[in-house]
């Protein structure tokens, strides 16, 4: 009876990436192909790390390396060797496994793992499962491992969630199943997703319980989303971080770290660098980059700041813009804690705005205003009396 394969802790797994360059035609292995711009490989370590999998043993050509190596989970213990003499490496790694971890896990070729995804065909994969110990016997003997592995390994097929590829053309075919399992996996630990079939998450992505995906969301690279949170409709985060109990509508978030209880959009863009501190809100139309906002920082709508710094419970009116490149470099803008910057106020850096100091709306500052001041950089308003009267049209 063919042994199942089972969700066991400190699962080891050997990778052996084929360049099947001259097969395919590609310029890369099949298992670097992308799919929603994440490497084959990738979702498979990952897939495997959510089974438990903590250890991986690659044997990888090495044009090919660096480009494998970073498909792995961060927290994941991996090793690696040539294709051309893995022996002695995989040794080592199969003799410092668990002493109570029997089975191996090979990976031969081309294949994804989907343990929550539909589970038909009992045509095996190109992956198998192998005694540790026969394993280390055959390495010792110098055998052929190829040859090893197809007359003592145990295939594992489609009822264990694993399906082979055989083309480029195939991962159109696996997209789907792929990003079902992942976001089944999800909803099982306790985040709401509105629609399975328009919401995208990439290997790696954390999310915590009570969260929920509105449709068009999409969760790529080392995002992690805390718990309670809001995310979407049509919102797109990379690389960033989000803390609790927040919301995000509508927006771009990337290269940003990010606390809890934040209100974050419609139609905002956070660029690289940005930080926003715990009650912080960056509304309607408002694009940070390199920027961070203080604890409980107001940026309602229509403003941009970049390569700034706002103290904590400052209120940045509609249309407050940082003029901070002079054509030559970057300059740095500081707004201290407790300011009040008025609608439309340009702010020319390198410039500083004092704590608890109020700017007028329409300034355009270009020199410090001192802590607790009011700064009023405008034109003087005249009145023409009757002047539109006088100068009408003829056929107004």
Known sequence: MRRKVTAVPDRSAIVFLLDDTHRTGSDTPLMLHRVLGVPLLQWLTHALERADVRRFFLVCAPAWLSSARVCFPAGAELSTASDEHPADRLHVFLSTAEDGEQDVLVITGPVIFTPLGKRT??????ACMVDRQ??????DETAPIGHFLRRVGTPVTGEDGFFSLSAPEALGDVSALLTQDLLADLVRSGVEIWDLHNTYV????????????LPGTVLEGRTTVGYGCTVGPNTRIIDSELGNHCVAEQSRIEG???GSELQIGPFANLRPGTVMENGAKA?????LKNTSLGRQVKVPHLSYLGDASVGAQTNVGCGVVTANFDRAQKHPTVVEEHA???CNTTLVAPV???KGAYVAAGSVITEEVPPQALAISRAREQIKKEWALKNKRADS
């Open 340 to 342: 009040f910057l008025g």
């Open 121 to 126: 065909g009992t045509a095996p994969a190109n």
């Open 283 to 287: 509304g309607a139309f408002v694009e």
């Open 202 to 213: 990439t290997p790696g992505v954390k999310v915590g319980v009570g969260t929920v995906l």
């Open 134 to 139: 026969a394993l280390m016997d055959a390495l």
């Open 352 to 354: 500083r705005v004092g």
């Open 256 to 258: 940003a770290k990010l």
